[in-house]
């Protein structure tokens, strides 16, 4: 079936400029996360949502980043003035129940290479 | 301190050796643990939940020691496939769920 989906895979941007990434997770998976992972380095929690609750919203290195899920669906994250530390590739995943487990692990999407110059 | 920490490699063994990984996490409240497996440039899968008791899948065993906080994961008989970077995942509390936490990764390349 079909799995996470991320688009776009690659964007460019310059510095200042908004981005907006896009993920659709897997049909009837309630939880979603946004991680990014820099080069070498581990992936870095972002956002989290579940079902109709609250996100969890911890992990946004700064206001310049938010995120919204429609209908409990496909969600998006932006980042407005991007800075070049922005540069890295954004991940997403989604689980079908709030608490992962080797029952419902996280599945995630190729996740989408940002580049700002 | 990082919640998550692995010694991020690399380790560089020949096939056949058997190779051992630890992982440190530090909130002592935390629930659920993973081993991820990520290849260069493609996305983190699971590679097996990890238990108290212990738990094993082929060749791949996994360990958890709460009293010291740390995770294991041993992988014996290495193939070449098994190169790739070995992901600690530690999941914390947070309101009614539990957000999965990743460690930099351990990278192990398994050469002829």
């Known amino acids: 079936g079909a799995g996470v989906s991320q688009s776009p895979s690659n964007k460019v941007t310059e510095k200042g400029k908004d981005v907006e990434l896009r993920c659709d997770p897997i049909s009837g998976h309630t939880a979603l996360y946004w991680y990014r992972q820099s080069l070498g380095q581990g992936l870095e929690f972002l956002i989290y949502f579940q079902g109709n609750s609250a996100p969890d919203k911890s992990g946004l290195p700064s206001d310049r980043f938010s995120a919204e899920r429609t209908g409990g669906s496909v969600s998006t994250l932006t980042i407005q003035r991007t800075q070049q530390e922005d540069s890295a590739v954004y991940l997403c995943a989604s689980s079908l129940f709030p608490f992962p487990g080797q029952d419902s692990p996280l599945h995630f999407g190729n996740g989408t290479r940002l580049t700002v110059t | 301190r990082k919640e998550v920490e692995q010694d991020p490699g690399p380790f560089n063994v020949p096939e056949g050796a058997t190779v051992a990984f630890n992982c440190t996490y530090s909130?002592?409240?935390?629930?659920?643990f993973f081993w991820y497996r990520q290849d260069c440039r493609k996305e983190p899968k699971l590679l097996m939940s990890v238990y108290s008791s212990g738990n094993e899948d082929g060749r791949f065993t996994a360990q958890l020691n709460r009293a010291s906080q740390y995770i294991s994961l041993l992988i014996r008989d290495s193939k070449l496939s098994d190169s790739a970077t070995y992901l600690c995942v530690v999941c914390r509390a947070s309101g009614g769920s539990y957000i999965p936490t990743f460690g930099r990764g351990t990278s192990l390349i398994v050469h002829p």
């Open positions: 909130n002592s409240a935390s629930q659920s």
